[in-house]
């Protein structure tokens, strides 16, 4: 018997290994999908959120949870304002998973994270600050890591346009990149989190890379975005300054040497996610 869950995802077989696994931000963009593909294999699953009763950030309600978990899948995510703001959460997240999960015997945590952050920071940047700290305290725990870096889904240019468009006019940085399908990463966090229970990852620090299969330009994808949407939208592309934005333009946030590139194109997933308007995908 098997159960297929998500666009273009493998078939899964229900008669592997059931474990109890807790997804923290299991109500998120990628943590909904990943506790959606768990249940779909027969796993249990705990969601570590504080719309259920459970703070990572306050330690409230996380070691109770915790008990009798396998795996740890760390999906969190924040919008904050200041470099410190996004280190002193995401820090104190993965403190606090380590802890807890060391206490009940998890055997390991699976976090995911961003391509090509190392040395990122400040600014437009702030928020590498604070995955970077996720990163460093995740790995200085007693318990097993595997961090599985992304490159920006494709809904990432959209997700810019709410932000930042103002009126006609939307300044973009000049910034290459190679989005992928959120729900191929979803699938991603789920393999990693059976191969820790089954005994099949080697180190107890693994990291894996996660990137799509094209490489772009930022400022095209969020033309196509505004013209899929209807909206009359100038794209301005601007050129940041400092060390960050410069590593950046160089491509660092897309894929590096022996990432897995894995899901389907920028324009597919356009196409389904305004399929009303996805005539201008063959212009």
Known sequence: MTTTVGVGAEPYPTEEKRMRVAVA??????????????????????????????DIVADSGLSEALTGVEVVVDTTSVVAKTSQEYVDFFGTVARNLQKAAAAAGVHRIVTLSIVGIDGLGGGAFAHYDGKNAQERETESGTVPTAILRATQFHDFAAQLIDWVAKGPLMPCPKQPV???????????????????????????????????PEKGVLADLVRAVAKARGRRLLVIPVWLPGEAAKKVRSGVLQAP???????????????????????????
Do not use: M, N
């Open 25 to 54: 931000g299991g109500t998120g963009l990628v943590g909904s999908r990943v506790v959606d593909r768990l249940r779909a294999r027969g796993d249990e699953v705990v969601v570590l959120a504080r719309s259920v009763g459970v």
């Open 178 to 212: 190679q989005t992928v399908d959120v729900d191929v990463v979803a699938d991603e966090l789920v393999a990693l989190a059976h191969e820790a229970a089954s005994g099949g990852l080697a180190s107890d620090r693994v990291r894996r890379d996660i990137a799509g």
């Open 257 to 283: 040497a022996g990432a897995k590139i894995a899901g389907g194109t920028f324009d597919a997933w356009l196409a389904r996610a305004y399929p009303k308007d996805a005539d201008h995908l063959a212009t």
